[in-house]
């Protein structure tokens, strides 16, 4: 039997993609260019038994979705870059109480209220350091209509298993598009709920370390209770100054993302012909689909590039992107920003070769054209 597929819009797959992994509970506030997920979400929860809600801005949307979080919902929330400035203390309280959410950026123009209706790419840095303090961060740069179904859904099992917020970036140009889709059937794509709590309630502790990385989250409004804070906490949940506590549950809740196993499991990437590239195309999001056609052309005129395009920008693709910087002659960076990635690319590369961006801001997208210019210039 066939597998059903349609026509739709880049938000409005994200909604499906929400409701496929198991969301029943979504708070937001309107801003372009993510309102569609919104509305497509206020009717499909309720078809599955979820709650909706807009709340009065977007500091009480987030506030709502951890509310909802804590006891045992899968929570999600969507916005765009203001919005995500707004959310930004409550994102830092979700880091530090360890509180699962997936956070929805449909990226435009900026800073402020910048250009609501035109793309951007300026909000990736935002989503790595825009809340204070150390913290771990996981981001994931979707391209396609297809892809933001299945990074949606890989969103939520990052934020259960990890347990913490997980950020979705695709920006205007992707979450307004319309593309072909085909829908997973149930059971196809992996699942995965937080781990069970395995103590009796007065046995509990929130933030027990010896449970590992990422201890067990009981919901509230069952037989377990427990303190949530944003200060710095022992392992029963209660605040603490004790400087070994605090240095150590800071170090957990970073390694629980950075250490090797995890790293392993989060990161997501394409290649596209970087066997024998001589000049790398780093690209996300909608640039990359410039960039792929880029290679392409200049693959016709002999030029030996490839494309490399991270899935998960946070963590970041360190270990990869230093071998391709030691592979290849050049590294093109094209962003609808002045330069953000370019700089961890930079970071990484170690001087290894030519590091250029490709930068624009004017609310159109990076075209082929552009970015093949650069290579021949850098070449």
Same mark, same amino acid.
């Given at each position: 039997?066939? $597998? +059903? !597929?349609?026509?739709?819009?880049?938000?409005?797959? @994200?909604?499906?993609?929400?409701?496929?992994?198991?969301? !029943?509970?979504?708070?937001?506030?309107?801003?372009?260019?993510?309102?569609?997920?919104?509305?497509?979400?206020?009717?499909?929860?309720?078809? &599955?038994?979820? =709650?909706?809600?807009?709340?009065?801005?977007?500091?009480?949307?987030?506030?709502?979705?951890? /509310?909802?979080?804590?006891?045992?919902?899968?929570?999600?929330?969507?916005?765009?870059?203001?919005?995500?400035?707004?959310?930004?203390?409550?994102?830092?309280?979700? @880091?530090?109480?360890?509180?699962?959410?997936?956070?929805?950026?449909?990226?435009?123009?900026?800073?402020?209220?910048?250009?609501?209706?035109?793309?951007?790419?300026?909000?990736?840095?935002?989503?790595? *350091?825009?809340?204070? /303090?150390?913290?771990?961060?996981?981001?994931? &740069?979707?391209?396609?209509?297809?892809?933001?179904?299945?990074?949606?859904?890989?969103?939520?099992?990052?934020?259960?298993?990890?347990?913490?917020?997980?950020?979705?970036?695709?920006?205007?140009?992707?979450?307004?598009?319309?593309?072909?889709?085909?829908?997973?059937?149930?059971?196809?794509?992996?699942?995965?709920?937080?781990?069970?709590?395995?103590?009796?309630?007065?046995?509990? %502790?929130?933030?027990?370390?010896? $449970?590992?990385?990422?201890?067990?989250? #009981?919901?509230?409004?069952?037989?377990? =209770?427990?303190? &949530?804070?944003?200060?710095? +906490?022992?392992?029963?949940?209660?605040?603490?100054? =004790?400087?070994?506590?605090?240095?150590?549950?800071?170090?957990?809740?970073?390694?629980?993302?950075? @250490?090797?196993? #995890?790293?392993?499991?989060?990161?997501?990437?394409?290649?596209?012909? !970087?066997?024998?590239?001589?000049?790398?195309? *780093?690209?996300?999001?909608?640039?990359?689909?410039?960039?792929?056609?880029? &290679?392409?052309?200049?693959?016709?005129?002999?030029? %030996?590039? /490839?494309?490399?395009?991270?899935?998960?920008?946070w963590p970041f693709p360190e270990k990869r992107t230093a071998e391709l910087a030691n592979q290849a002659k050049a590294i093109i960076v094209p962003e609808m920003n002045l330069g953000q990635m370019i700089h961890e690319v930079e970071r990484v590369a170690l001087g290894n070769c030519a590091i250029e961006g490709v930068f624009r801001v004017d609310g159109d997208p990076l075209n082929p054209g552009q970015i093949i210019d650069k290579v021949k210039e850098v070449i």
């Amino acid at each position: 039997m066939a $597998k +059903k !597929t349609a026509l739709v819009q880049g938000n409005q797959a @994200c909604a499906a993609g929400a409701i496929y992994a198991g969301c !029943t509970f979504f708070g937001g506030y309107p801003i372009t260019p993510s309102t569609e997920v919104a509305e497509e979400m206020s009717e499909l929860l309720p078809t &599955v038994g979820g =709650k909706f809600i807009q709340m009065e801005d977007e500091i009480g949307a987030m506030a709502s979705v951890i /509310g909802a979080s804590l006891t045992g919902a899968k929570a999600l929330t969507a916005t765009s870059g203001p919005g995500v400035s707004l959310k930004q203390e409550l994102i830092g309280y979700a @880091c530090i109480a360890e509180t699962p959410c997936v956070i929805i950026n449909v990226m435009r123009g900026g800073p402020s209220t910048g250009m609501p209706t035109g793309p951007g790419q300026s909000d990736v840095m935002q989503a790595r *350091w825009g809340t204070h /303090g150390d913290h771990a961060a996981i981001a994931l &740069v979707p391209e396609s209509i297809q892809e933001i179904f299945t990074e949606t859904v890989r969103a939520f099992n990052l934020a259960e298993k990890y347990r913490m917020p997980v950020q979705v970036l695709f920006d205007e140009i992707v979450g307004h598009m319309r593309e072909r889709i085909v829908y997973p059937e149930p059971g196809e794509l992996e699942l995965i709920d937080r781990d069970p709590v395995t103590v009796s309630p007065e046995d509990y %502790k929130p933030y027990d370390s010896t $449970k590992g990385l990422v201890p067990p989250l #009981a919901s509230f409004g069952s037989e377990y =209770k427990y303190h &949530v804070t944003g200060l710095n +906490k022992a392992d029963d949940g209660f605040p603490t100054t =004790k400087a070994s506590l605090v240095d150590a549950e800071e170090r957990r809740q970073i390694d629980k993302v950075e @250490c090797p196993e #995890a790293r392993a499991d989060i990161e997501s990437n394409e290649e596209f012909m !970087t066997e024998d590239a001589e000049v790398i195309l *780093w690209a996300y999001g909608s640039s990359a689909r410039s960039a792929r056609y880029a &290679v392409n052309e200049l693959r016709k005129e002999g030029i %030996k590039a /490839g494309l490399f395009r991270p899935i998960t920008l946070w963590p970041f693709p360190e270990k990869r992107t230093a071998e391709l910087a030691n592979q290849a002659k050049a590294i093109i960076v094209p962003e609808m920003n002045l330069g953000q990635m370019i700089h961890e690319v930079e970071r990484v590369a170690l001087g290894n070769c030519a590091i250029e961006g490709v930068f624009r801001v004017d609310g159109d997208p990076l075209n082929p054209g552009q970015i093949i210019d650069k290579v021949k210039e850098v070449i």
